[in-house]
């Protein structure tokens, strides 16, 4: 990028210029090269600010590689008739542990080595926060949304005061005056501006800005049925954000990779942005993972019953593998654990939030270009070749790609890899629906929030009365990150609703 900044002598030029006759060139040659020239249809005819942010954008990707994995898309291998059928299986004993069912002394032996670990600054977090909220009514990025609690925090800033929060706990147990947890947040296109925006008016919610890092999610071109590279509009291609597993590759492109070197960072932990439920930096993960030297380990709830449409982590013909519901047959969802009458064999629900040792993002340039894409089939307006007028296809003409999160999980050996099953109402409630829908949406978010705090303050001794016998207690990341440090309730009545913030 440096470089194509130079050609277009953006180094604090007042505007940018066209590319060099031979930059130019050497770029259109690439791409006709490719079979992908008709880019350049309307080049000649933009002005020159169109001109210099079509080089630009051209300029990001490579035509060969998108021909590569466009063709393997839109042209799967044919499937063996005679291949057997995949072979499922729980994961091992040896690789999961759960919360319901941990020894006390395990927990407790995970946390505290956890907050060693933060203590040390060896903990770094990475927030996937690409989306916006427009199933909620709102173009904002999804991070920006009040859903509606007392205090009328979003839910960045939520999550922001559970990292203050988990940095004073580890502070406090090492003894020293700072401990810092680097925040990596990954955006799109659409959100990047909007979230640097926010973060800035809202004075990065008490942390240091130098330790909240914003940076953005690839893109790739969009791509009609023929394997064409799709115009938006005469000067700009058409692109989608390249899937939640962009994120690895993001982190090489953006810089973060080598942050996290840099600051000798060796605990990773991601999550999505939707869940307000989210331990950031949770101490338990962060030891569990640590204890077990895995490279990945990743967290899952209770699956619900046979029939709830999540995907599952498993074994997969002896890899750990994330297998869709839709891919599940009717007697594999309904089996049960033979070891526990009544409890599903396939239980372990992915909620996308997961752990990553710093020694294997490193090896990201090794293996990114080797993930599988998937296609969605899209309705995508383009730019007719003739005309440069823009056309709304009634039906797909083209297709979109992206890469899964959870694409990387079957490269590693079991012995690197382990599961975490947590209690779904301590730590998942997503949010992704319209109000009023009554699942994963604002007010679901909201009273799971809230019960959890009246569960916390009725843990620690406290009587909580109220009208409404649903009405609960939101208690702020600053008091208490995970239930602790509410001694002082004890023996007290608080009024619910009712929010407890710090002093």
């Known amino acids: 990028m440096d ?9 604090g030029a007042p505007a940018a210029q066209e590319p060099s006759a031979e930059a130019l060139a050497a770029l259109r040659a690439k791409y006709e090269a490719a079979k992908q ?4 249809t309307f080049y000649d005819s933009l002005s020159t600010s169109e001109k210099a942010a079509l080089f630009t954008q051209l300029s990001l990707f490579d035509p060969d590689y998108i021909n590569e994995i466009a063709q393997k898309a839109l042209h799967p291998p044919p499937t063996d008739a005679s291949a057997k059928e995949a072979a499922l299986e729980p994961l091992p004993d040896s690789a999961t542990a759960s919360i319901l069912d941990s020894a006390p002394a395990d927990l407790e032996a995970w946390y505290q080595s956890g907050l060693d670990l933060i203590g040390k600054n060896k903990v770094g977090v990475v927030l996937m926060a690409g989306g916006q909220g427009t199933r909620l009514g709102s173009s904002a990025p999804k991070g920006c949304y009040d859903i509606d609690l007392p205090s009328h925090k979003s839910l960045f800033q939520i ?3 559970r990292i203050r929060k988990v940095e004073l706990l580890a502070a406090k147990k090492a003894g020293v005056e700072k401990v810092t947890v680097p925040w990596y947040v990954m ?3 659409p959100t ?11 004075n990065y919610f008490g942390l240091l800005p130098e330790n909240v890092v914003i940076f953005e999610q690839g893109v790739l071109p969009c791509i009609s049925n023929d394997g064409q590279i799709l115009l938006e509009a005469k000067g700009k291609v058409a692109v989608a954000p390249d899937g939640n597993g962009g994120i690895y590759n993001a982190l090489v492109t953006s810089s973060v990779l080598a942050d996290i070197k840099k600051r000798g960072i060796e605990h990773i932990h991601a999550y999505c942005v939707d869940n307000c439920l989210g331990k950031v930096a949770d101490p338990v993960f962060i030891g569990f993972s640590a204890a077990k030297d895995v490279d990945i380990a990743t967290k899952v709830v209770r699956k619900r019953n046979a029939t709830e449409s999540v995907g599952l982590i498993l074994l997969k013909n002896g890899r750990p593998d994330v297998v869709e519901y839709s891919e599940i047959d009717k007697a594999t969802a309904e089996a049960q654990d033979p070891k526990q009458p009544g409890v599903l064999k396939f239980r372990a629900a992915n909620i996308v939030n997961h752990y990553y040792s710093s020694r294997f993002l490193e090896t990201i340039p090794k293996w990114a270009k080797t993930l599988p894409h998937h296609v ?14 823009t056309v709304k296809p009634e039906k797909p003409n083209g297709i979109k790609l992206e890469q899964f999160v959870f694409d990387v999980f079957p490269m590693l050996e079991l012995s690197k890899f382990a599961c975490l099953e947590v209690r779904r109402e301590d730590e998942f409630s997503p949010l992704k629906n319209a109000r009023g829908t009554g699942e994963d949406d604002p007010d679901t978010s909201k009273r799971d929030i809230m019960g959890q705090g009246r569960r916390w303050v009725e843990a620690a001794g406290a009587t909580v009365v109220s009208e409404d016998p649903e009405a609960g207690i939101e208690v702020s990341p600053l008091i208490s990150y995970g239930g602790e ?11 619910a609703p009712a929010v407890l913030e710090l002093e």
């Open 376 to 389: 969605a089939r899209k309705k995508i307006p383009y730019a007719d070749l003739e005309s440069g007028a």
């Open 3 to 11: 470089k194509v900044k130079e050609i277009l002598h953006l180094g």
């Open 37 to 40: 020239g008709h880019v350049f």
């Open 192 to 202: 990047r501006g909007p979230t640097e925006t926010f973060f800035k008016d809202n």
């Open 159 to 161: 999550q922001a005061e």
């Open 187 to 189: 955006t799109s296109g």
């Open 485 to 495: 440090g509410l001694e002082n309730f004890k023996g007290k009545t608080v009024t």
